[in-house]
């Protein structure tokens, strides 16, 4: 199935495919391609305005989950002292 015919739960998959296999600072780099890619496509007439958007949205919502869990971390890491 080519790329234009996928519909918005093929796309999500492909996010949550990629979001495993990736660590967060390449996760990150590769969204902001496929975000334009995505804008491309939508301008082209490939995807639907309503496809592009619910891609975009959830990239963008994983990179905002990612930064929780990473700020999270930090912030827990600072108030617990080692178990050494």
Same mark, same amino acid.
């Given at each position: 199935?080519?790329? =234009?015919?996928?519909? !918005?739960?093929?796309?999500?998959? /492909?996010?949550?495919? @990629?979001? =495993?296999?990736?660590?967060? #600072? $390449? &996760?990150? #780099? !590769?969204?902001?391609?496929? *975000?334009?890619?995505?804008?491309?496509?939508?301008? #082209?007439? +490939? @995807? %639907?305005?309503? +496809?592009?958007?619910? !891609?975009? *949205?959830?990239? *963008?919502?994983?990179? !905002? %989950? /990612? =930064? $929780?869990? $990473?700020? &999270?971390?930090? /912030?827990?890491?600072?108030?617990?002292?080692?178990?050494?």
């Amino acid at each position: 199935m080519a790329p =234009e015919q996928w519909g !918005i739960w093929t796309w999500e998959t /492909f996010v949550d495919w @990629l979001k =495993e296999d990736q660590d967060n #600072d $390449r &996760y990150g #780099d !590769i969204t902001v391609v496929l *975000q334009a890619l995505v804008l491309m496509l939508a301008d #082209d007439k +490939v @995807l %639907s305005v309503e +496809v592009s958007k619910s !891609i975009i *949205q959830s990239l *963008q919502a994983d990179i !905002i %989950s /990612f =930064e $929780r869990i $990473r700020t &999270y971390k930090n /912030f827990k890491n600072s108030i617990e002292p080692d178990k050494d």
